[in-house]
């Protein structure tokens, strides 16, 4: 016990340094931020940063990218409050953004796009705005899910020390909500330990602009994650012939009876009652970031099966649930790669207006890899 107060201690004292170094440490530019409206808006590579599963990363790497996100989380951020009441911080520009458009980037062709950009301006707010200059990570479910409660709970993702925190404790689910409640739910209440036990969500829930400050809290559902996040349900996902039907694979229905892999984390992690579980405000759980790192790097691994083929291969509804069904007319036409993809407050290359499908299509573009990709002939 002496030991861990010690390590509490001493992770107090860092965070306090890293605080003070957030608040008045001035970081370079953002990559094509000198060119002005230019067709590569992620500029020229001087690096190519490699992203690694969590418990792969070092734990000095650990560590800092753990601080710097306590940074980007105390950070004034840039949203008006006469635009968004409740947003404070530089986090909160990140979240305001995913509420604001919910019902534009879910169940649409552009999903996986919008997602990929989301997380990569993540990753460069923490290299710029927080110093951090280590791996990004990913959660490789695969390690943890389909072996039981134990194994799930025992993921080093959810150390509490050296990781996100735990489960919430377990809290009853309203009479109203208990028939849609998420099977094999277990908590509910907020997150006691681990990097983010004080953090506050500010915005939501649901669309809440104003905002209930509260707690982080996570709702786990070892059971949901087993069944959806498990290597059966990735080697189907990344079996599919084409952008068209591995979006649709990747996001399923939404109910609980027909998620992807997508779902498969949010309701893993966030249950009924638990922040990744929120549609609108699920990016305040940091772990979202984990998650999502590695549904990009499903999709990656699917473009690389067959490359450079796929790094064009794109399609989909450019509104909610639009999907083409033979012998039935669409509401909106196909998304394309010409379709905008819009930051709001969080965008991190300010002199370039326009971001597009098109330039995410390849990460290397975007500067960044990963260290491994899936192949389903060895699921
Ligand atoms: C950041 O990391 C990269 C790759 O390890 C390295 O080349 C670069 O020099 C580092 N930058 C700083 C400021 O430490
Ligand atoms: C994958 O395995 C899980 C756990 O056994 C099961 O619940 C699920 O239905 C399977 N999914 C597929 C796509 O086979
Ligand atoms: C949308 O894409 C689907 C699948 O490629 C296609 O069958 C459908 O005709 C397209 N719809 C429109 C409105 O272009
Ligand atoms: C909210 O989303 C709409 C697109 O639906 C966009 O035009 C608007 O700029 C967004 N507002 C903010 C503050 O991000
Ligand atoms: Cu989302």
């Known amino acids: 016990m002496a030991a861990m107060s010690v390590a509490g201690r001493r992770i107090m004292y860092l965070v306090t340094l890293v605080l003070l170094l957030c608040s008045t440490t001035v970081f370079s530019a953002p990559a094509g931020s000198s060119g002005g409206s230019t067709s590569k808006p992620f500029g020229t590579c001087k690096h190519i940063y490699v992203r690694k599963e969590w418990r792969d990363m070092s734990i000095l790497d650990r560590f800092n990218f753990l601080l710097a996100m306590n940074c980007i989380l105390a950070k004034p951020g840039r949203t008006p409050r006469s635009i968004y009441a409740g947003a404070k911080t530089r986090y909160d520009d990140l979240v305001a953004t995913h509420i604001n458009q919910t019902f534009e980037i879910h169940y649409v062709g552009h999903f996986l796009p919008f997602h990929r950009y989301y997380t990569w301006t993540m990753e460069k707010m923490l290299r710029d705005e927080a110093g951090y200059n280590g791996s990004f990570p990913y959660w490789d479910w695969h390690r943890d899910v389909g072996q039981g409660n134990a194994k799930f709970f025992a993921s080093p993702i959810w150390d509490p020390i050296l990781g996100f925190g735990g489960n919430g404790d377990y809290l009853p689910v309203p009479v109203e909500q208990a028939a849609f409640a998420v099977p094999g739910r277990t908590g509910g209440g907020c997150v006691t330990n681990g990097a983010f036990k004080n953090m506050v969500v500010n915005l939501g829930p649901g669309s809440d602009f104003i905002g209930v400050p509260r707690c982080l809290s996570r709702d786990m559902s070892p059971y949901f994650s087993g069944r959806y996040l498990s290597k059966n349900q990735t080697k189907l996902t990344l079996q599919a012939a084409n952008f068209y039907a591995f979006d649709v694979v990747v996001e399923g229905g939404p109910s609980f009876e027909a998620s992807g892999v997508h779902g498969g984390g949010h309701y893993g992690i966030g249950g009924t009652l638990g922040t990744m ?6 990016p305040g759980d940091p772990a979202f970031w984990l998650h999502h790192a590695n549904l990009d790097r499903v999709w990656w691994s699917w473009q690389k099966l067959n490359y450079p083929a796929r790094l064009t291969d794109f399609g989909g509804p450019s509104c909610l649930m639009d999907y083409y069904v033979p ?16 930051l709001g407050y969080a965008d991190m290359i300010k002199a370039n207006v326009g971001v597009k499908v098109r330039d995410v299509m390849n990460i290397l573009d975007m500067c960044y890899d990963y260290d491994s990709v899936l192949d389903p002939a060895t699921l």
């Open 277 to 282: 579980g929120d549609l609108y405000v699920s």
């Open 327 to 342: 012998g039935q007319t669409q509401a909106c036409a196909n998304a394309t790669l010409d379709m905008p993809l819009n």
